[in-house]
T-cell receptor
Framework: DSGVTQTPKHLITATGQRVTLRCSPRSGDLSVYWYQQSLDQGLQFLIQYYNGEERAKGNILERFSAQQFPDLHSELNLSSLELGDSALYFC?????????????FGNGTRLTVT | DQQVKQNSPSLSVQEGRISILNCDYTNSMFDYFLWYKKYPAEGPTFLISISSIKDKNEDGRFTVFLNKSAKHLSLHIVPSQPGDSAVYFCAASDWAVWGGADGLTFGKGTHLIIQP
């Protein structure tokens, strides 16, 4: 158990809809990272927050947004969903801000867009 | 453009033998490299890492080798055990030296199968 909790585990929704994925980092971790893993793809970095502030942005679509709350949990919002958004979405946390301490991953949310 | 490449989607090794997983990278700014292991229905878990100032790091049965001139790293598992069957991801960052602004960059993974 990594200590990172992601909910829900599975999500099935229709095109055009909006969903919210939730992540609770490991106790004491201040950084939260979001990754997307599509079929046959590696983990694609989306966005990182550190202590409530956005710190790094990867290949995140404009239809996607995220935030980290004062209690350090994070939410990833996906809107105007398309079939191609179907993927595994992982959240990871670490103690500090990109200092090469290992990232601890949750078990992911599997999103299916129909 | 993939900056971290794992060219073998799968690898089958007999139990007790050495498993060698390879990873190539193209970004010369990468200064820290990690290997993660992933079982089905779980998130990746950290295995071992190496800084660009080293060429080898060892942790029990796991050793990572870095060849900066070739932009190549490898993970050796000796001896291989059935529980090592998993997908292995190579990852890289440019944080330590360059203070890069991206997240960890991952390869697509290699599925290691340990045969009894």
């Amino acid at each position: 158990d990594s200590g990172v909790t992601q909910t829900p585990k599975h999500l099935i929704t229709a095109t055009g809809q909006r969903v919210t994925l939730r992540c609770s980092p490991r106790s004491g971790d201040l950084s939260v990272y979001w990754y997307q893993q599509s079929l046959d793809q590696g983990l694609q970095f989306l966005i990182q927050y550190y202590n409530g502030e956005e710190r790094a942005k990867g290949n995140i679509l404009e239809r996607f947004s995220a935030q980290q709350f004062p209690d350090l949990h994070s939410e990833l919002n996906l809107s105007s969903l398309e079939l191609g958004d179907s993927a595994l979405y992982f959240c990871a946390s670490s103690v500090r801000d990109r200092d090469n301490s290992p990232l601890h991953f949750g078990n992911g949310t599997r999103l299916t867009v129909t | 453009d993939q900056q971290v490449k794992q060219n073998s989607p799968s690898l089958s090794v007999q139990e007790g033998r050495i498993s060698i997983l390879n990873c190539d990278y193209t970004n010369s700014m990468f200064d820290y490299f990690l290997w993660y292991k992933k079982y089905p229905a779980e998130g990746p878990t950290f295995l071992i890492s190496i800084s660009s100032i080293k060429d080898k790091n060892e942790d029990g049965r796991f050793t990572v080798f870095l060849n900066k001139s070739a932009k190549h790293l490898s993970l050796h598992i000796v001896p291989s055990q059935p529980g090592d069957s998993a997908v292995y991801f190579c990852a890289a960052s440019d944080w330590a030296v360059w203070g890069g602004a991206d997240g960890l960059t991952f390869g697509k993974g290699t599925h290691l199968i340990i045969q009894p």
